[in-house]
Nanobody, 124 residues
């Protein structure tokens, strides 16, 4: 059974930075795409960014383009999300997910394993 554990969330002021990590265990990591999603209170879970199995391809939501960077280390079974220039509207629980395939795509249905989430709060 695949397990994904996120870490690195916290409280930060607007304009600040955070780096999230997601460690995978119990299954194959290196041949699947990985992604980050987020969910704010009262809102649906939304796609943030994905990365292909090799790391050569990424796909960002327009709302985070130029501010967030996804990367992965297949030797460590870990995916990262570097978040810079954070805004109050980035406040949400952030989830990592493992894709059903190797390509970087959006859409919750393209991902079959999910972490428990880590809270990110950006104060104004």
């Amino acid at each position: 059974q695949v397990q994904l554990v996120e870490s690195g969330g916290g409280l930060v002021q607007a304009g600040g930075s955070l780096r999230l990590s997601c460690a995978a265990s119990g299954g194959t990591f290196s041949t699947y795409a990985m992604a980050w999603f987020r969910q704010a209170p009262g809102k649906e879970r939304e796609f943030v960014v994905s990365i292909s199995w090799s790391g050569s391809s990424t796909y960002y939501a327009d709302s985070v383009k130029g501010r967030f960077t996804i990367s992965r280390d297949n030797a460590k079974n870990t995916v990262y999300l570097q978040m810079n220039s954070l805004k109050p509207e980035d406040t949400a629980v952030y989830y990592c997910a493992r894709g059903r395939f190797g390509s970087a795509v959006a859409g919750t249905t393209n991902y079959d394993y999910w972490g428990q989430g880590t809270q990110v709060t950006v104060s104004s």
